[in-house]
């Protein structure tokens, strides 16, 4: 049996829902930065996998190219994430998402 | 790929994955996250694509490891203290989370055979350079401006400190006034409960 492109289709499809469910649930920012980390990934298994197998293994790896600027992507988004997550801490003392929500101004 | 391969990479990712939304204690999900992005820089790697395996077990881990680093380094321990496993809106984001799911699998179900066909080989270096020369621009400028963002956000200058200072001391007023309300109040309290006996005395 060989794995076509829904394969990892459907693989990318799980991360990410796993990846949205734990940016709306997580309370700790940390937390929340990890699951981002996950939902910039599931992208990168789908382009990958319909670059290399199918028919779009017979043709020049654009999808990788686009897989390589989710990556990097994601290392902006997680820079820019823990920069911001300590200055919340810094000017709050607090870390759950659910208290930053009261917070005033 | 063999089938095999890639059904226990699968696996490995999934669970990982879960394991990282869902521990309790930050460090489990960060070990779960590292098991979760090295499995998926495997599975790209062996799915033909080296150069993204690479960039794919890298930047993540990096990331974590700078921000691990500014952690214990830089006196933001409390920032990774335990907090409550799952916020409050648990039910809600578990419905939204499913209903992306739902539509994403709907999606790839109804485009079986939509795949795109094309012919010819290169290599993704070959392809960044003559192809796709603005992704690989806009990357470096992303990455540049995303680093310089980074800093500009989270340094400590000395206005910082001032401004970092002066919020500290308000919260510690704030506390204190707080504190002394809940004081009076409570004295109240007493004596209004003492005044009956008192009387009776």
Not at chain 2, 111 to 138: E, K
Request: charged fraction near 15%; charge should be positive; aromatic fraction near 6%.
């Amino acid at each position: 049996m060989s794995v076509g492109p829904g394969h990892y289709a459907a693989l990318s499809a799980i991360v990410f829902t796993l990846g949205i469910y734990g940016v709306l649930t997580r309370s700790n920012l940390v937390g929340v930065l990890m699951a981002l980390i996950l939902l910039f990934a599931a992208p990168v298994i789908a382009l990958v996998g319909f670059t290399h197998t199918g028919m779009g293994g017979s043709q020049p790896p654009l999808g990788d190219a686009f897989a390589l600027f989710a990556v990097v992507g994601s290392g902006v988004e997680g820079a820019v994430g823990i920069a911001i997550a300590l200055l919340v801490w810094r000017r709050t003392g607090s870390s759950d998402v659910d208290e930053l929500v009261e917070v005033e101004g | 790929m063999n089938a095999v391969v890639f059904y226990i990479l699968a696996a490995l990712i999934v669970a990982a994955s879960a394991a990282t939304v869902g521990a309790t204690r930050l460090r489990d999900a960060a070990a779960a996250l590292t098991l979760a992005v090295t499995a998926i820089a495997i599975l790209t790697g062996a799915a033909g694509a080296p150069l993204v395996a690479v960039a794919q077990f890298a930047v993540p881990l990096l990331c974590a490891g700078a921000a691990l680093l500014l952690i214990r380094r830089g006196g933001y321990r409390g920032l990774a203290r335990p907090a409550r496993a799952v916020a409050r809106m648990r039910w809600a984001g578990a419905g939204v989370a499913a209903a992306f799911g739902a539509l994403l699998i709907t999606v790839f179900i109804t485009a079986n055979d939509g795949w795109h066909a094309g012919s010819g080989t290169a290599s993704l270096i070959t392809v960044l350079h003559y192809r796709t020369p603005y992704a690989l621009v806009i990357a470096v400028i992303l990455a540049g401006a995303g680093v310089a963002m980074a800093l500009l956000i989270g340094r400590t200058g000395d206005d910082e400190r001032a401004t970092d200072e002066m919020l500290a001391a308000r919260r510690r007023r704030e506390e204190r006034v707080q504190r002394r309300r809940e004081d009076r109040e409570r004295a109240k309290r007493r004596r209004g409960e003492e005044t009956p006996v008192e009387a009776g005395a």
